[in-house]
């Protein structure tokens, strides 16, 4: 036992040598992903669904390290499997996944319609399943990966006038732990981030409603919302070294939410 601990150093957190493939990493939680991998050592691999990626660009070339960008409809099946393969072109390994791309389109369920749903389920899920299945076959051959999915609060609970974003979000929690019960044989581990509530695009249309959004505040121990900054150590934790023996966990960076 001595020595196991010994064995630890500060090391076990750097990504050096590593290539991480980011969707939808050119904005929001996304690029702050991006980013703090970058920071911790990784060539970055991003997906977008748009061009303005010259933000994250400078962002990632400042720490010294490379970065493709790939427009790709991730509800395209082709898409998917051409991500893999361009990433594979660019730099012949992939040893990291985040699942960050998704959507949120919000109605009362009484009124929600089933385009809104296949589109919030076609992404959310969907896109998530099979990327991640096709990263794991290179993963397989390489006998190493991190897969890091994003979950919610709503993997959790189950909000209001989103039903398909709390079904999809419930989805990834679960194939999350489906997948850490197959590919773990192969020493690849696949885990969630589970944000609270946090200051993005995404979250706009709540924060622009004093009233709703002072009511999420006063529920949160932590007194505020959360910035992208605050998933960034948690994300380099997960694509590490150092989370070798966390598997099929979901893991809640909420400012204490879920506590209350």
């Known amino acids: ?5 010994q064995q630890f150093s500060l090391d076990y957190f750097s990504l050096a040598g590593k290539v991480a493939i980011v969707t939808g990493g050119n904005t929001g939680l996304g690029q702050g992903y991006a980013v703090a991998l970058a920071k911790a050592g990784a060539d970055l691999f991003i997906t977008t669904h748009g061009r303005n990626w010259e933000e994250t660009r400078e962002l990632i070339e400042k720490e010294g390290h490379s970065v493709e960008f790939f427009q790709a409809d991730l509800t395209n099946r082709d898409s998917i499997t051409e991500i893999v393969s361009a990433c594979l072109k660019a730099y012949g390994r992939i040893d990291i996944l985040v699942n960050n791309a998704g959507t949120i389109r919000r109605a009362p369920l009484l009124e929600y319609k089933q385009e809104d749903w296949d589109a919030v389920m076609e992404l959310n899920l969907n896109s998530l399943y099979f990327l991640s299945q096709e990263a794991a076959k290179v993963m397989v051959e390489q006998k190493s990966g991190k897969i890091i999915n994003v979950a919610s609060m709503l993997s959790f609970q189950g909000g209001k006038f989103v039903p398909p974003y709390t079904a999809s979000k419930h989805a990834v929690a679960g194939l999350t732990r489906a997948f850490a019960n197959e590919l773990a ?9 589970a944000p609270g509530y946090v200051e993005t695009a995404n979250t706009a ?8 959004r002072a009511e ?3 529920r ?12 960034q150590g948690v994300v380099v934790f997960l694509a590490s070294k150092a989370s070798d023996y966390m598997n099929g966990h979901i893991l809640a960076v909420d400012g204490g939410w879920l506590a209350r």
């Open 220 to 231: 949160i121990p932590a007194g505020r919302w959360a910035t992208p900054a605050d998933l």
């Open 1 to 5: 036992m001595e020595n196991d601990l």
């Open 216 to 218: 999420i505040t006063s």
């Open 185 to 193: 044989e192969y020493n690849i581990q696949i885990n969630a981030i």
């Open 205 to 212: 249309p709540i924060r622009e409603d004093e009233r709703r």
